[in-house]
C-alpha cells in the first residue's frame, strides 16, 4: 500500500489503489485501445512469411517490457498467458527495435487527450531526467582516463492538472545524456497543435533563451522560464524578464518531477540496452509507461467521485 500523504485531496487514495496500475491485462488492454487508434509503424514486405502476430501485439509486446521492466524472455511467458500465443523472445527483440520514439511521442499525446477529457485546467511544465544504461564508457576526469555509465536523457513537455491532480505528459523525446535541453524543447517537445492558447508554459533556467520564448509565444502560450542572473540588452529577453510570475513558478515547481519520481521509485531510472536506437526506444516508452499509470488513475477518480457523489446525495 502506498504511503498516504496529508496533502492529497480527499479520496485521492482510494482512487489511487483502485487503479491497479500492476494489473497486467488491464494495460494490455488499455494499451492495444491506444494502439489500434493510431497507424501501426510497421511496413510489411511483400516477399517473405507473415508475422505470427497481429501487429498492434507487437507493439503492446514493447509496452509492457518496458511497463513492468521484465527481460524479453519473461515478456515472452506473459504473452502466453495474455493471448494465448507464443512467439520467442528474439523475434520480440526484433519487432521491439521497429518502433521509433516519434511513434511513441504519438502515443503518448493520444494518452493525453483521453486524460484531459474530464478537464484540461492546468499549466504546461518542461524538465529532464538523466537514465543510467548498463554499459560503461572511456571518460576523462580531472585529467586521468575513466570508465563510466553510459547516460541518456528523457525529455519531456507536461501539463499539470489541476482539477485531478496528475501530471500528464505531453510530448516525449529521448537523446544522450550530453545533449542541451534547449534545442530539443523547441524542436521536439513544443508543438502548437499539441496545446491550449492562453496558459502559461514554466521551465528552468536551462529553456531560458530567445528562441524558446518566441517558440512559446508562436504557439500562444505565455512564457514563464525562470531567467538567469545576468543583464540582458536583448528586447526579448528583457520583456521575459520583466515579465516572469516568481509566484506562478513555485505553484507549479516540483510539480515536473512526479514522472521521474514515480521512475526513479520503480526501476532506479535504470535502462538494459546495448543499441543507441533501443535506448531512445526504452526511454521514451518510459514517457508512455507514466502516461498510461495517470489514465489508469484518473479513470478511477472519475469512478470515485462518481460514487462519492451520488451515494451522498
Avoid at 118 to 124: A, R
Avoid at 272 to 284: D, M, Y
Wanted: hydrophobic share 35%; net charge positive; with cysteine.
Amino acid at each position: 500500500m502506498a504511503l498516504k500523504s496529508p496533502t492529497k485531496r480527499k479520496g485521492y487514495w482510494k482512487a489511487y489503489e483502485q487503479a491497479d496500475i500492476k494489473d497486467y491485462r488491464k494495460v494490455w488492454n488499455i494499451t492495444k485501445e491506444i494502439v489500434q487508434k493510431e497507424n501501426i509503424p510497421f511496413k510489411l514486405k511483400k516477399r517473405g512469411r507473415p508475422p505470427k502476430l497481429k501487429l498492434w501485439m507487437y507493439v503492446c509486446l514493447a509496452v509492457i517490457y518496458v511497463y513492468f521492466n521484465d527481460p524479453f524472455r519473461e515478456t515472452e511467458q506473459l504473452l502466453k498467458i495474455l493471448t494465448a500465443k507464443r512467439l520467442d523472445h528474439s523475434n520480440i527483440v526484433r519487432w521491439f527495435g521497429k518502433l521509433s520514439p516519434a511513434y511513441i511521442d504519438k502515443l503518448v499525446y493520444e494518452v493525453h487527450l483521453q486524460i484531459i477529457k474530464k478537464s484540461n485546467k492546468g499549466d504546461y511544465l518542461a524538465d529532464s531526467s538523466g537514465v543510467t544504461c548498463d554499459q560503461y564508457q572511456n571518460a576523462i576526469h580531472r585529467g586521468e582516463k575513466i570508465k563510466e555509465l553510459i547516460h541518456w536523457k528523457l525529455h519531456i513537455f507536461a501539463q499539470y492538472l489541476l482539477v485531478l491532480g496528475l501530471v500528464s505528459i505531453v510530448s516525449v523525446w529521448a537523446t544522450h545524456g550530453d545533449t542541451g535541453d534547449s534545442p530539443i524543447f523547441r524542436k521536439h517537445l513544443l508543438k502548437p497543435s499539441r496545446v491550449t492558447s492562453g496558459k502559461k508554459c514554466h521551465t528552468d533556467k536551462a529553456y531560458f533563451g530567445k528562441e524558446n520564448i518566441r517558440k512559446a509565444k508562436d504557439a500562444k502560450l505565455i512564457p514563464n522560464f525562470v531567467p538567469k542572473e545576468m543583464e540582458y540588452t536583448d528586447s526579448t529577453l528583457k520583456i521575459a524578464v520583466r515579465d516572469y510570475d516568481n509566484e506562478s513558478r513555485k505553484k507549479n515547481r516540483g510539480l515536473v518531477e512526479t514522472p521521474f519520481g514515480g521512475l526513479e521509485t520503480e526501476m532506479g531510472m535504470k535502462i538494459r540496452c546495448r543499441k543507441p536506437h533501443h535506448r531512445n526506444i526504452v526511454t521514451c516508452l518510459l514517457g508512455l509507461k507514466h502516461n498510461i499509470k495517470t489514465l489508469l488513475r484518473a479513470k478511477a477518480l472519475k469512478v470515485f467521485s462518481y460514487f462519492r457523489t451520488n451515494l451522498g446525495k
